[in-house]
């Protein structure tokens, strides 16, 4: 679908299918996904990085400083890709220019391997398309998503020369790419990755050194960002952002990353915003503070994180929390007082855990939901006279359960689980942290597919605070959780005024309307922020 190639002509507008967030009770609303322009962006205009600083230290490196104050939700910048692509699994049910996932998409008419939500995708494609579209017909196939990462990101290089790019802090060519702490296994991906890409590189295109090829792939490697589709549940492709790269990890951040697909909707183009990240501030930063990101999860030990950081970014995580364990005891919590189990029932249980949630895992790969069930409950059998209630191990089985269980319809017994799992994540998270914010929401929907409408509305208000946080007012996300909260509180003053007559009429709206389900659960995890091989 090139243009002036012979391109299928795709329509301009199509319908816009409604979200199926899966809600038995959700007879009473209609979820929408608009997505209005956000103008004026910090960081998307020439320059665009005047709220931050560069900065050098010893022993970190290259970080960024705040040159101004923010509040908790402002964007301190956005940043579009310098080069991005959908993930290899994905190419044909992901739009190749603005990440979302569509029922129907169009097919480029050349390589038959691009696919475009519309005809304004297809156009602002074509600049990163176009070399890429006649590589893969000489080449025969679309090569790895790594491959044509890095295709993209030398063929930008090519057009715009090396150096400094517009509105770039850092070249290309200076980025980290750690080829030297890598493995002999990695060693061995890195020279299969150069020689695929040697395969598929045009000969007529700007023949480049081995040295930098393999710095591409290395800079790929430790520094690509996970794309996720408009509802961030889903990790869809990867992208270099050159400026993100810049933001250090720590383990209790002062700002978050959210990627915003954009809009290309609008009928006036003058109202589209592009694909970008947007940094976004956790908490009040002031001038000359360093702006920091978390690379991983904080829902696990400080050694664990320190070891995970180490392996898949090469780098000894230095944070306060790590250095001082903070938060490790209530992962750990016993249960306290007179009943205080032994050391010896504390490690027993802990490695019951372990083993179940191997072999949940291997239950939810083959899809055996109510095996993964009965798992869960056998197992909180045994954790729960013995492990705290912010114990990670016991916090991984009831997020588990619950999620299941709402799959299952099994409603009351899956909002039970949540709403324990978010009292844990509260008492162990950020309060603005993303994850919980989700979480929360989460939890939130399932009470109130359970009818206990007064505790799914506080859930769904308390995640619609955090997320207009995390990921801002435009975010499709936080659209649905706005429409759910005042779809819940228009309920709940129905319940309050007559609690029989709610039920009544929820019972009538349920037996009128076909039941959603809840989405089908996942082994994925939430997207992280880089995207690394396991």
């Known amino acids: 679908m090139c243009p002036g190639e012979g391109a299928e002509q795709p329509s301009l507008y199509k319908p816009h299918s409604t979200p199926q967030l899966g809600s038995s009770a959700r007879s009473f609303a209609l979820l929408r996904d608009t997505h209005l322009p956000q103008p004026g962006l910090p960081g998307m205009t020439k320059g665009g990085m005047e709220s931050v600083e560069l900065f050098t230290t010893e022993g970190k490196g290259r970080g960024l400083k705040a040159q101004k104050e923010f509040l908790p939700g402002d964007v301190i910048f956005a940043e579009p890709a310098y080069a991005a692509v959908v993930f290899d699994s994905l190419t044909h049910v992901i739009c190749h220019t603005c990440f979302k996932r569509q029922e129907r998409l169009h097919r480029c008419g050349q390589c038959k391997f691009a696919h475009y939500c519309d005809r304004t995708c297809q156009r602002a494609a074509w600049l990163n398309h176009k070399n890429e579209c006649s590589a893969i017909k000489r080449h025969g196939k679309a090569p790895s998503e790594n491959i044509r990462l890095a295709a993209r990101i030398l063929w930008k290089m090519e057009r715009e020369g090396t150096g400094l790019s517009e509105g770039c802090l850092v070249p290309i060519e200076e980025l980290q790419n750690h080829v030297e702490s890598f493995g002999e296994e990695e060693k061995k991906e890195l020279r299969a990755d150069v020689e695929s890409f040697l395969e598929f590189w045009p000969p007529h295109c700007q023949q480049f050194g081995m040295q930098l090829i393999s710095h591409i792939f290395g800079v790929i490697s430790c520094n690509g960002f996970t794309l996720s589709d408009q509802r961030g549940l889903q990790a869809v492709g990867v992208g270099i952002f050159p400026n993100l790269c810049q933001a250090n990890h720590d383990c209790w951040p002062n700002c978050t990353v959210v990627f915003n697909n954009g809009n290309h909707e609008a009928v006036r183009s003058m109202f589209h915003t ?8 956790l908490s009040k930063i002031s001038p000359g503070d360093e702006l920091t990101v978390s690379y991983v999860d904080f829902l696990s030990l400080s050694e664990e994180r320190r ?3 180490k392996k898949q970014y ?6 306060e929390h790590c250095k001082k364990q903070l938060k490790d005891d209530l992962m750990l919590a016993v249960k306290a007082g007179e009943s205080k189990p032994s050391a010896d029932t504390v490690k027993e249980v802990i490695q019951l855990s372990k083993d179940t949630l191997e072999k949940i895992n291997k239950a939810r790969m083959e899809g055996h939901y109510h095996e993964v069930v009965k798992l869960c409950r056998d197992c ?93 007012p435009s975010h499709p996300i ?57």
């Open 274 to 281: 592009q694909m970008r990240i947007e940094l976004r501030a």
């Open 307 to 309: 070891a995970q950081l």
């Open 314 to 319: 090469y780098f000894d995580c230095a944070c």
């Open 380 to 472: 909180l059998k045994k954790q729960e006279p013995v492990l705290g209630d912010t114990n990670i191990y016991l916090l991984r089985i009831l997020s588990i359960a619950s999620e299941v269980l709402s799959y299952l319809q099994m409603f009351e017994e899956a909002a039970d689980y949540a709403k324990r799992m978010v009292d844990g994540y509260l008492k162990i998270y950020h309060p603005n942290n993303a994850q919980l914010g989700m979480a929360v929401m989460r939890a939130g929907v399932t009470h109130w597919h359970a009818g206990l409408i007064e505790a799914g509305h506080g859930l769904i208000c308390k995640a619609y605070a955090i997320l207009l946080i995390t990921h801002g």
């Open 478 to 534: 936080t659209k649905d959780l706005e429409v759910m909260r005042v779809q819940t509180e228009m309920e709940l003053r129905m319940f309050q005024q007559n609690e029989f007559m709610y039920y009544k009429m929820r019972e009538a709206a349920l037996k009128n309307q076909k039941i959603q389900v809840m989405p089908e659960p996942s082994n994925e995890n939430a997207p992280s922020l880089f995207h690394k091989k396991e």
